[in-house]
């Protein structure tokens, strides 16, 4: 289908102002007039899926751009080459394949959202996508734990996803051993507000203030929420250890710090705390919560301080 020189421009000029939008309905609007003239423009279909929570809705605007945008790769010699997310077509296209793959993941359709996710990490050489995050929240939804246990030997990026994964994985493998004990502590080490996070023992940072380190830890947080309750065993070991981390780094409220040390007792690990605790010392003696945080798990990690099976 052929457009006049007039309505190119409009289209161009709505796209502009949807991109320099923040207001989610104006967006739509915005969204809506293209498709009005040019009913499977990609930028359009995303932008209007965009505005919109997960859903069956958002899932069929994602799939009907995706058709249009391959076309665009395969014209442009970039479908299959390694410089596809140097060019514009290519990111774009990529973008789009990360919102399809997550939103596939938010219906339940996990193994469609992971062959979207290894599409993406085979053009995603430096790890600029969330190709590998989703990758191994599918594995884990899917419960191929040995899976992931072998995708992150290869993976040699540290992040919360690889740690979460692996800990989970090796946990629901074998149970509470060393390995997944360390695997843990590993696992709060890139990113100690994370499994608070995902409790809800401390709140969600404000919008308006939080860092990006912030928002990414929460939004992570989000996603690995019900990887953590595959089994009430899984959820209670990890409990335990958030607790317990939470009391010896001083991340509670003063307040709520009785109900925590009462739950110490029931979860049986209040002697791993008075253990901890003596081996870490006064905190007045760390400079700062990055250093108590690092101290900590440095004696967690090189002890015993969860029962293991």
Known sequence: MSYSESE???????????????????????????????????????????????????????????????????????????SLMDEEEGILYIGLLQRLGFALLSEARTEEALEVAQDIVSYDSENLTLGKTLVYRCLIDLQRFGEVLEQAMGDDEVTPARQHAVAISTFMLSGANRASYKALWDAFKVGPNIPFYILGYIPEPDPEEMSEEEEEDFNFSILFEDAWTLSRELF??????TILFGLLTDRFL????????????SLNIRSYYEDALQKIGPHDRYTDAEVLDEEVLSVLRAGTFLPLD
């Open 8 to 82: 190119i421009e409009r289209i161009e000029e709505l796209l502009d102002r949807a991109y320099q939008s923040e207001d989610l309905e104006e967006i739509a609007s915005f969204a809506r007039q293209i498709l009005e003239m040019d009913s499977d423009n990609p930028e359009a279909l995303i932008l209007l899926a965009d505005s919109l929570d997960y859903s069956e809705e958002k899932l069929e605007l994602l799939q009907k751009a995706r058709g249009p945008l391959r076309q665009a790769v395969e014209e442009a010699g970039l479908l299959g080459s390694e």
């Open 236 to 241: 209670n070991w990890f409990s335990s250890a």
């Open 254 to 265: 003063e307040e709520d710090k009785e109900s925590f040390f009462v739950l110490l007792g």
